[in-house]
């Protein structure tokens, strides 16, 4: 395994990566309403990669035909966008990437529409909070399973929930996947040890029931095998030459979500 180091220069260009993907999201966020359809929200993705001179690292990618993933409801991740309107009460998660001079940048997040259901909001803040504290747990010094562990007791301190084991997260750089692979549950204190350089893409996947997973005839569609609803956040981040973490794909570098951690973030890419 080995883990791509970038220098200072490399991870500024990833924050400008990292910030199309936060513009794009917050652009589809604010459009998310009861009779969008996830083909629109494409098209905003699409508009915006093509405004900022940024490419999409999801389109082709195995053949992949979107510039978004769009799950609603019991899909959890890699859903295709569609023309169905989003209905009330539907839980939307949307995955976005992009690249900028050769460096990607990789987040998603999910969102309740309408009347939303206040188990499926305590799914998506736990799922969430488990991704910050991830983060928060991913140190200079420390290992790579001391973010799976963080995730995993969150999710777990929070009630009974399915944590996705076929899929995790991943190092990203110069491809949108790249060692090492993440685990959202283990135990900490093993794997590699995280240093300066290193950007990890951070993603729990949660459901209310099964972990459990079958992927639809699409090829892509990934569903739970109990049809219950799920939950997906993403964020890619940096540890800096200081040692301090940055978000690359928060508009705010995680400040306000790290500090709450007691994480101070890095200024060096601010
Ligand atoms: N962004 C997803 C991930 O978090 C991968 C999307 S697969 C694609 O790793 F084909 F849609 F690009
Ligand atoms: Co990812």
């Not at 794009?24 to 990669?49: K, P, W, Y």
């Not at 997040?109 to 983060?135: A, H």
């Not at 030459?241 to 060096?268: M, N, W």
Request: aromatic share 6%.
């Amino acid at each position: 395994m080995v883990i791509q180091i970038k220098s200072l220069d490399q991870l500024k260009t990833m924050r400008r990566a990292g910030l199309v993907v936060a513009q794009s999201l917050e652009l589809m966020r604010d459009a998310i309403a009861v009779g969008v359809t996830t083909n629109q929200l494409d098209a905003i993705a699409v508009d915006h990669l093509k405004k900022r001179n940024a490419k999409s690292n999801f389109l082709g990618y195995h053949g992949y035909p979107k510039v978004i993933c769009a799950s609603i409801n019991h899909e959890i991740v890699h859903g295709i966008p569609n023309d169905r309107p989003i209905a009330d009460g539907d839980i939307v998660s949307i995955d976005f990437g992009a690249i900028v001079e050769g460096w990607h940048g990789d987040s998603a997040f999910s969102v309740g529409v309408g009347t939303v259901d206040p188990q499926d909001q305590k799914l998506m803040d736990t799922c969430e909070e488990s991704m910050w504290r991830g983060i928060a747990a991913g140190k200079n010094g420390g290992h790579l399973t001391d973010i799976s562990e963080a995730i995993e007791k969150y999710i777990n301190s929070q009630g009974k929930y399915g944590i996705l084991r076929e899929y995790g997260g991943h190092g990203i750089g110069t491809e949108m996947h790249q060692d090492p692979h993440i685990l959202n549950f283990g135990k900490a204190g093993f794997g590699p040890e995280l240093k300066p350089g290193m950007t990890l893409a951070i993603e729990p996947m949660i459901t209310r029931g099964t972990a459990k997973t079958n992927v639809l005839t699409d090829e892509w569609t990934v569903i739970s095998a109990d049809k219950s609803n799920g939950a997906h956040f993403e964020h890619s981040y940096a540890i800096c030459p200081d040692g301090k973490p940055f978000v690359l794909t928060a508009l705010d570098g995680g400040k306000e979500r790290l500090g709450a951690l007691g994480v101070e973030i890095s200024d060096l890419l601010s």
